[in-house]
Each structure stands twice: as C-alpha cells, then as structure tokens.
C-alpha cells in the first residue's frame, strides 16, 4: 500500500511565504514601463498601516506620484542634480549617513558601491558616469510610481523608528504583489524641491523616497545581490 507525501504545516507553508518576500526585496535599479493599478498602490499602503507604532500614533504620511507629475519633478531634480552649485545649495534637512565612518560600515558601504559600478562597467575615475547612474534615482529608475514620504515636526525620533518598520511592511507588501521597489534617501539633499511640489507643508518633514514598479529583468544593474553578516556576526543569545 503506497504512502501520501507529508503535508507541510499551514503554519510552516505562511512563514516560506513571508520568509520570501521578505528576502527578495531588494533595491531595483532598473523598472519597466508596465503600470502599477492605483487599487494595487492602496492596496500596499493599507496592508503596511498595520505596521506597529508607539501608541498607535501612525505617524506616516505618503504622496503617490505617477504620470506627469512623476515626470515633472524628475525634471526639476535632475535639472538641480546637474547644477554645478547643488552640492551647497541642495543639502539635506538631516544627517542620513554618518559624518565620520567607521569600521565595518564603510567596507560594507564601498563594497556595495563599487559592486554596482563593476556591474556597470564604471571605473574609480569615471565621474561623469558616475554622476550620470547616480542621476537615475532621480528618473525614479524609470519607474512608472514614486512614493514621497513625510512626517509631522511635531514628532519625535520614536516615530521615525516606527516609520522604518512602515517602509520595510510597504516593500514586503509589494513584494507579495510581484512587484518590486527602491528605497532612496538621494532624495533626501532634494528636499525642497519636493516639498513645494508636493505642497508639504511647513510642519512637516520630508523622509525619503521610494520607487515602485515591475523590474526590468534584462538590464545588468538588477543582478546585484547585496551580502548580508551571518546571525551570529550581530546577534548575542543569552540563556
């Protein structure tokens, strides 16, 4: 008498699921053109609402750009971008990235960068190109949806931990619907442009932007594959 396969646990089929959303997300460097249906869009935003906060607070705020006014800020950013003056006119509301590295975060901030450069086929001295591919943030990486996301003054660093876990929900969301995204603090230097295109108000802040779309399968860029530090290299167990 022959036997039926075992059935894995539903318990065990939820968490490869979520297991593999969560470990193909990665920042998408190149996008087809294919639309991404404003239902999907809602969709996303309402499943990553359920993203934890201090006292319920949910202190995200989010403008979804497509169409001609993706297309118009691109052009305002790019056109600052290209300015030879952006780097003292354009400089960001708060410091992103540390003023003085350190080890190990540098060697993991160079590895990634020059990664992506080989990729490219981009030398050490190559500046124009590198300007150039650090411009397609600005293109949202031809993305057909951009996401700019904002939060109250009034709020404090615990809120901004809270939106992280709310941007990480929004690209496991996206995940989960085929769909990948770009987290990009380039824009961040870019703040002001944003804001008055946005019309964010003066209470607010600008947090950072993110892309959304299908990738583009065949462009170099979308093989990269980031490292990661085994568990034991961050994490302490204590019995």
């Known amino acids: 008498m022959s036997s039926s396969p075992a059935r894995s646990h539903p318990d065990d089929d939820r968490a490869a699921v979520v297991d593999e959303a969560i470990r193909s997300r990665r920042s998408v460097r190149a996008f087809l053109p294919t639309?991404?249906?404003?239902?999907?869009?809602e969709a996303i935003l309402s499943v990553a609402s359920r993203a934890p906060s201090g006292t319920n607070i949910q202190p995200w705020k989010v403008t979804v750009l497509?169409?001609?006014?993706?297309?118009?800020?691109?052009?305002?950013?790019?056109?600052?971008?290209?300015?030879?003056?952006?780097?003292?006119?354009?400089?960001e509301e708060y410091p992103y990235y540390p003023k003085n590295w350190a080890s190990p975060y540098i060697e993991r901030r160079r590895k990634v960068g020059w990664d992506l450069y080989g990729l490219l086929g981009l030398g050490k001295?190559?500046?124009?190109?590198?300007?150039a591919q650090h411009g397609r943030n600005y293109a949202f990486f031809d993305a057909p949806v951009g996401l700019m996301f904002t939060i109250d003054r009034v709020l404090?660093?615990?809120?901004?931990?809270?939106?992280?876990?709310?941007?990480?929900?929004?690209?496991?969301a996206a995940r989960g619907r085929g769909l990948d995204t770009c987290p990009q603090a380039a824009f961040n230097r870019f703040h002001r442009i944003i804001g008055e295109h946005i019309g964010m108000p003066a209470t607010e802040s600008f947090v950072?932007?993110?892309?959304?779309?299908?990738?583009?399968p065949t462009r170099i860029e979308n093989s990269l594959v980031t490292e990661r530090v085994a568990v034991t290299d961050f994490a302490r167990f204590m019995a």
């Not at 639309?35 to 869009?41: N, W």
């Not at 691109?74 to 400089?91: F, G």
């Not at 404090?156 to 496991?172: P, R």
């Not at 950072?208 to 583009?216: P, V």
């Open 66 to 91: 497509s169409g001609e006014s993706l297309s118009r800020l691109s052009e305002k950013i790019l056109a600052a971008h290209d300015d030879p003056d952006s780097t003292t006119v354009h400089v």
């Open 156 to 172: 404090e660093l615990g809120s901004w931990l809270d939106y992280g876990m709310f941007l990480e929900a929004v690209m496991v």
């Open 125 to 131: 001295d190559d500046k124009a190109g590198m300007h």
């Open 208 to 216: 950072c932007g993110m892309s959304l779309g299908h990738a583009d």
């Open 35 to 41: 639309p991404v249906p404003r239902e999907d869009v």
